[in-house]
């Protein structure tokens, strides 16, 4: 089965793990529990994307808690290509997070 596949099975299924969740941290481990079991693969990156994704699609993309989601991934991807670019031996400043309450994703992923 190709990725895509699995990631688009893994979506629907922590879409259907979020019950009544309390906030979007809590709409978040109950994804990311479904998924850290999710037998159709082993990739820890497509099970955190289907938790992710499958958040943020419960919420609908015009909440305020796809918004938050959304700016706290786009930072996770400065910070990444941040210390890539660190450890190819670039000098690069520092990136803009702005302002905002992240939610602790890695955070989160790693304590399950």
Avoid: H
Avoid at 67 to 76: D, F, H, P, R, T
């Amino acid at each position: 089965m190709s990725g895509d596949s699995v990631l688009m099975i893994g979506i629907s299924e922590a879409i259907e793990a979020i019950r009544n969740p309390k906030d979007v941290k809590d709409a978040l481990r109950m994804a990311m529990k479904a998924m850290k079991s999710f037998w159709l693969s082993i990739d820890d990156d497509i099970r955190l994307k289907a938790a992710i994704a499958g958040t943020m699609e419960f919420y609908g993309k015009e909440s305020k808690e796809w918004e938050q989601l959304s700016i706290e991934v786009k930072n996770m991807a400065k910070m990444n290509a941040y210390l890539s670019a660190l450890s190819n031996g670039l000098q690069v400043e520092i990136p803009d997070f702005g302002d905002f309450e992240p939610i602790g994703i890695a955070r989160l992923w790693a304590e399950l």
